[in-house]
């Protein structure tokens, strides 16, 4: 749409209508709102992860400034690159960095950022399976590298991933699954095991299982490595019960940024603690794993079970399913619904 010369486009935006009180609105926006960076895209696709949805409800550690367009991902095609890094119509691929949370985010049909932020898309992935791997799949798929690099092979016995329902846990048990490992996935949501054993859960594990643990200072080992998207004390619950020389690669706070620690694990089993972010990660790195799964890692047929197609007008409904823990898998976000 054009009115007097400047594009108007459809956006989410989180308004803060009362202390402590935010709405979610699908609204319309200029090119002009937008900051002033050399490329601007115009976007196909994105999608919801929970950090978007605490933005979104106001939570004070994501730092977000309202009025605000969330949204750490997004795909589409160049309008405009000023800086002469890109050609119009490349399709590039935007995760992390500031997107979503000082820059206006990837909820949105137009998008303004540094050239630096965005890689073209590799051959081999569309669209659509770039935003339904997006940042989740991006930081699980480092979270198994980090296990890889470690030494972590499939005869070492399971390995365990917490919250895996969830975007980044369903995408590293059907990846850690693909490269032979058997998964055993945690969660909450029992109703949803179907789910987990369709991408490749060797077993389903109630979440209340580890929380006899918290009294310990170590258990009997059932797991040899493990991937933790939750935090708080589950990840000191999994570091306590790993085998000898294992380890767990750490992503997540849904359940809290602070977990009550010993040192026993670590001097008498060796476990080791892998953080992992994929927000900040050099462009470079995050273009080689892009290429992992257009490639080698590719987990196509899967992403079909993993991610649910919504409009960008459903985007509040599905923030606020997020927030109050109720999402599984990924949403893509189809701006052309």
């Known amino acids: ?18 202390a402590g009180k935010f709405d979610q609105l699908l609204v319309q926006r200029r090119l002009s709102d937008l900051p002033d960076n050399p490329l601007v895209m115009a976007v196909s696709h994105s999608s919801l992860n929970y950090k978007d949805a605490l933005c979104a409800f106001g939570n004070p550690g994501i730092g977000c400034e309202y009025p ?39 909820l949105a049909e137009r998008i303004a950022i540094p050239p630096g932020w965005a890689l073209v898309l590799p051959q081999g992935l569309n669209a659509r399976e770039s935003m339904a791997l997006g940042t989740a799949g991006l930081t699980a ?51 949803s095991a179907d789910f987990l054993a369709a991408l490749g859960a060797w077993k389903v594990i109630d979440r209340e299982t580890l929380a006899p643990f918290a009294s310990k200072a170590m258990t009997k080992p059932p797991w040899a490595w493990a991937v933790d998207t939750v935090g708080g004390e589950t990840l000191f619950n999994v570091i306590k019960s790993l085998a000898y020389g294992g380890g767990v690669a750490a992503c997540g ?21 892998l953080g ?8 470079e790195k995050k273009a080689g794993v892009w290429h992992l799964f257009a490639d080698q890692w590719s987990i196509g047929d899967q992403l079909n079970r993993i991610a649910e197609d919504i409009s960008l007008g459903q985007v509040p409904e599905y923030l606020a399913r997020l927030h109050r823990g109720h999402g599984i898998g990924r949403y893509v976000v189809d701006m052309s619904l």
């Open 253 to 273: 706070m849904a359940s809290g940024a602070q977990f009550h620690a010993s040192v026993l694990p670590f001097i008498r089993r060796g476990i080791s603690l």
């Open 1 to 18: 749409m054009e009115n007097n010369g400047d594009v108007v486009f459809r956006a989410i935006q989180i308004v803060e209508v009362a």
């Open 141 to 191: 798929a480092l979270c198994v590298e980090k296990l890889l690099d470690s030494g972590a092979t499939p005869q070492d016995g399971e390995v365990l991933v917490t919250g895996a329902t969830g975007g980044v846990g369903s995408i590293a048990v059907a990846l850690l699954a693909k490269l032979g490992f058997r998964v055993a996935a945690v969660t909450g949501k029992l109703e």
């Open 68 to 106: 605000h367009t969330p949204g750490m991902d997004a795909i589409g095609k160049v309008v405009v690159d000023h800086s002469g890094t890109f050609s119009r119509g490349d399709e590039l691929l935007v995760t992390g960095y500031d997107l979503g949370m000082h820059t206006p985010g990837g």
């Open 276 to 283: 992992v972010d994929s927000v900040a990660l050099p462009i």
